[in-house]
């Protein structure tokens, strides 16, 4: 079943979004340290269990030219013997400070990561996820 929201999900993404809370940077272009563009589709997975909650959520960033974003995150969530599939959406910009890019959600939530190469890694609170570039 595939559903907008869900409250198990919603608190699964707010909590992913949250650990990775940082202060905004001062602008800044869409180049990666590398001098290559981070303009593209970055796609990653996380996968965890805890308290008895099976979750794994496939994200993917596409990070556009005018440094704004949309964000697909399509996920299952298992407790119990019971599977909810999921899909939520989210837009808003980003900026590339040296080596570390900052999301501005839609909702006003920043969160940050690691630009090396073609992998952004985002980490915090226990957990972390891999960007690779398409």
Request: glycine fraction near 12%.
């Amino acid at each position: 079943m595939v559903r907008k929201s869900n409250g198990v999900f919603i608190i699964l993404v707010c909590l992913f979004a949250l650990s990775f809370m940082a202060c905004p940077d001062s602008g800044g272009s869409n180049d990666s340290p590398s001098g290559n563009s981070v303009v593209g589709i970055w796609e990653g997975i996380i996968s965890e269990t805890e308290y008895g909650l099976t979750y794994v959520l496939n994200v993917s960033f596409n990070l556009k030219a005018n440094n704004t974003y949309t964000a697909v995150f399509t996920g299952t969530a298992t407790y119990m013997g019971i599977t909810d599939s999921y899909t939520e959406y989210d837009n808003g910009t980003y900026s590339v400070d040296g080596n570390t890019i900052t999301f501005v959600s839609q909702d006003y939530e920043e969160f940050s990561g690691i630009i090396s190469g073609k992998t952004i890694t985002m980490s915090g609170d226990g957990l972390a996820i891999v960007l690779h570039k398409k």
